[in-house]
């Protein structure tokens, strides 16, 4: 009787379990790579986060800081169209605006230098310059306008304003009064006269020597009627 042997089938039992081994140690290694990179991440904090680490991988306390980082950034966002807005505001109503104050100072200049009588005592009209209250800005654009708006019992506004010209022969004072009656949308000359040291008054506009009927044909321009 012969016995037969047959070769066993552990050695092709070991590269399989070789191949399972060192897939659960590159799964093990892998998870080990992962869990150490969040462990090592910093918090992320409203005065820290940059936007780079993913929503879904913040904490519940990582996410309100960076919901707070987000309100307080929107925040500043409206305060600053807030402030825009009202420089843009103050700009408008004190420099643009047909009834700004700088307005009826460049219109007041202008008849100053188209005026034959003031021309005569201050000089070269070219050379004519106006400015605002003395400082000691040298800038003379930066000296500014003394002005007085007012309502009265009746309801009618007085702007009021006063500023300083000078020619290559004389300088001087303008003073300058304006009125709106109640119910109306245009400033009106009440006076518009120059003061000049040594000379008589020089008026360009003077409604008191104007007839109370006022049937005058009136010429409206940037705002002010003109007579």
Known sequence: MK????????????????????????????GLRNGSATSKRKAVTPFNDDGYVPWRE??????ASRA????????????????????????????????SKTAYFNRAVDRIKKDP?????????????????????????ARPIASTLNTDAQ????????????GPLNSGIVNVHLTK??????????????DIRGHPRIYLENADTKP????????????????
């Open 3 to 30: 016995l037969v042997l047959r070769p066993s089938s552990a050695p092709a039992i070991v590269p399989r379990l070789q191949l399972v081994v060192a897939r659960h140690g590159f799964a093990t290694q892998h």
């Open 58 to 63: 913040l904490s519940v306390g990582e996410k």
């Open 181 to 194: 009656r109640a119910n109306h949308d245009e400033f009106e000359y009440k006076y518009l006269y120059l």
């Open 117 to 141: 009588a003031c021309v005569a005592l201050l000089g070269d009209s070219k050379k004519i310059t106006a400015h605002g209250e003395e400082t000691m800005n040298k800038w003379r654009r």
């Open 155 to 166: 309801g009618n506004q007085h702007l009021m304003m006063h500023f300083y010209i000078e």
């Open 68 to 99: 707070t980082q987000q309100t307080f950034n929107f925040g500043m966002v409206v305060i600053g169209l807030v402030l825009t807005g009202g420089v843009g505001y103050f700009l408008y109503q004190d420099v643009f605006s047909p009834d």
């Open 212 to 227: 109370s009927t006022g049937e005058g044909k009136k010429y409206k321009l940037f705002g002010v009627s003109w007579n």
